[in-house]
């Protein structure tokens, strides 16, 4: 898809009937705002169900298998995600500088949280920045800055000594990072596979868990109380945690039991944490294993396990943008929304086929 009126911001009006809220309105864009004043001279460019645009909340627009991308890459992966909706994306670590995607009207708007942060030898090359126990704390202080309000610890990896999947960091490194992290206004997130990891980042008060497939009963009521959210990209672990378990067999047989073992139990684990209350968003983790452009595929994937359509289409649009205190469709707010023929919360293949996308008030044909 390529912008058309590329020169100028409408004005524009869209009608049908807005959500979450259900009610049916006439909107119009008028340099790239949303006002619910009718503009004289506009042109409708679209009529039927109007979400806020579409989020990503695990994505990584910058990062490939080997690392960081060049600007024509990453280019290619914001356009593949802003052509299926994806007007926002929470960017959970790259090791690429993709500020310059700021000045685009024509690509998705990025929040970032930085670079991973791991320990040396612990995580994949060339995408974190590897520090020692000691000095985590002040790595998160530095990353909060680099970011816009969040921060991503890798929480657990394989430990090739062990043989097995084991913790990063001493609890107590934890919690000081965490403290760190909102001492400077952000919050902080974390990947986590196993059990141990992820009840020692409650414990240390992280804002957000990703992945998340250690969960149990006492996990996701802890999680549920403290309404701490998670993004399972559980379309990563549908796809991968097999072939991961199959490749470090013959080397990490516990290991590979570990991830078959969380692999089978994952979807009904969400399904659980989704039932005791636990806010989940939708997040695909694209960039390395999983190709951009799979919003759909994760939404298709979340509602499989047994979360309700309505709830997950939510979770990757306006209540994902409450979360990151990003704007909706409400009166003056940046005219970032998406047009479906019939309504989204019905029927996946309504959500994969939108009939308008509008970014920064510009239409996306």
């Not at 990947?191 to 996990?219: K, M, P, Y």
Request: proline share 6%; net charge negative.
């Amino acid at each position: 898809m390529t912008p058309v009126n590329d020169a100028v911001h409408g004005p524009f009006h869209v009608s049908g009937v807005r959500l979450p809220e259900g009610e049916h309105v006439d909107l119009w864009i008028r340099e790239g705002l949303v006002t619910y004043s009718p503009v004289p001279g506009a042109t409708t460019i679209g009529t039927g169900w109007i979400a806020p645009g579409l989020v990503d909340m695990h994505c990584h627009i910058g990062l490939a298998s080997h690392g960081a991308t060049d600007r024509a890459a990453t280019e290619a992966q914001a356009v593949l995600d802003r052509d299926t909706g994806v007007l926002l994306a929470r960017d959970c670590g790259v090791p690429a500088d993709t500020r310059w995607i700021d000045e685009r009207d024509d690509l998705p708007r990025i929040v970032r949280a930085g670079r991973h942060i791991a320990r040396p030898r612990r995580y994949i090359r060339d995408v974190s920045v590897d520090v020692e126990p000691s000095e985590l704390a002040d790595a998160v202080s530095f990353q909060s800055i680099q970011g816009d309000g969040w921060v991503k610890i890798v929480g657990d990896w394989i430990d090739r000594e062990v043989g097995d999947m084991t913790p990063l960091w001493p609890a107590d490194e934890l919690k000081e990072a965490v403290a760190a992290a909102h001492a400077g206004g952000a919050r902080v997130t974390t990947h986590v596979f196993g059990r141990q990891a992820l009840a020692e980042s409650l414990q240390a008060g992280f804002d957000c868990i990703e992945h998340g497939t250690g969960l149990d009963d006492e996990l996701t009521a802890l999680m549920a109380s403290m309404q701490v959210a998670l993004v399972p990209t559980l379309l990563n672990v549908v796809e991968n945690f097999p072939g991961i378990a199959d490749s470090g067999e013959a080397k990490f047989p516990a290991y590979a039991a570990q991830m078959r073992s969380l692999f089978r139990a994952a979807p009904a684990r969400i399904a659980a944490a989704y039932e005791a209350g636990v806010p989940i968003f939708v997040g695909t983790d694209a960039g390395g294993v999983i190709a951009h452009g799979r919003i759909v595929d994760e939404i298709a994937t979340l509602h499989r396990a047994g979360l309700p359509l309505e709830y997950v289409l939510g979770g990757a649009s306006w209540r994902a943008r409450s979360y990151l205190g990003r704007p909706g469709l409400d009166e003056g707010d940046p005219a970032d929304l998406v047009v479906f023929a019939a309504d989204p919360r019905r029927e996946l293949a309504t959500i994969a086929a939108p009939v308008r996308i509008v970014l920064r008030g510009r239409v996306i044909a």
